[in-house]
């Protein structure tokens, strides 16, 4: 049961590269998000998308992309990466909220680390 | 605009204490309240969801309480166990389609 996979699991880049965080989520979920975890600011939803095709912005979109590949993958791309952006990355799933009333937790991966210099 | 807290940020007790985590969330209008465990370098597991209309739900030792009314809710841990040394987050959904806010978490330390 591999649930939500992430990958990589730590980076280090410098100021202006870029890179994709890839997600893969093998449980047949609709929905899949991705957060961003930072110390003194709990855990804030970047962007989500419920379903394949469909992407929206969530609290704290700005600096990233995504793309939502087909039905199992979610990727998140840093275009310009800055150092504000270091941070931990989760990318989690869960059934549709329209099938199930929206009471479906969500199953996270283990996170990216990602370290901006 | 709504947002969880949660008292305190760490906590530390002796192997077989019962123990109480607080949430609390400033507009009462939730549709559900989840406890997550985040355990060093590990992503989120979902312990309990607790639906507006219910007011806890059980699993194990583990018992969450929700009293929308006055805006909080507890998770208690009966007779902990240092396994149960993790993070512990709360966080409310507004509406069925909504996205959940997140509480920073207490950090639980259970000494053998």
């Known amino acids: 049961n591999a649930g939500v996979t992430q990958t990589p699991k730590f980076q280090v880049l410098k100021t202006g590269q870029s890179m994709t965080l890839q997600c893969a989520q093998d449980?047949?979920?609709?929905?899949m998000y991705w957060y961003r975890q930072d110390p003194g600011m709990g855990l804030r939803l970047i962007y989500y998308s419920a379903s394949e095709g469909t992407t929206d912005k969530g609290e704290v979109p700005n600096g990233y992309n995504v793309s939502r590949l087909n039905k199992r993958e979610f990727s998140l791309r840093l275009e310009s990466a800055a150092p504000s952006q270091t941070s931990v990355y989760f990318c989690?799933?869960?059934?549709?909220?329209?099938?199930?009333?929206?009471?479906?937790?969500?199953?996270f991966g283990d996170g990216t680390r990602l370290s901006i210099l | 605009k709504q947002e969880v807290t949660q008292i305190p940020a760490a906590l530390s007790v002796p192997e077989g204490e019962n123990l109480v985590l607080n949430c609390s969330f400033t507009d009462s209008a939730i549709y559900n309240l989840q406890w997550f465990r985040q355990d060093p370098g590990k992503g989120l597991t979902s312990l309990l969801l607790?639906?507006?209309?219910?007011r806890e739900q059980t699993s194990g030792r583990l018992n969450a309480s929700l009293d929308k009314s006055s805006g909080r809710s507890t998770l208690y841990i009966a007779a902990s166990q240092p396994g149960d040394s993790a993070t512990y987050l709360c966080?409310?959904?507004?509406?069925?389609?909504?996205?959940?806010?997140f509480g920073e978490g207490t950090q639980l330390t259970v000494n053998p």
């Open positions: 449980m047949n979920h609709n929905s």
């Open positions: 607790i639906q507006s209309s219910q």
């Open positions: 989690a799933s869960s059934p549709p909220d329209r099938v199930f009333r929206g009471n479906q937790p969500q199953h």
């Open positions: 966080a409310v959904k507004e509406t069925s389609g909504s996205r959940l806010t």
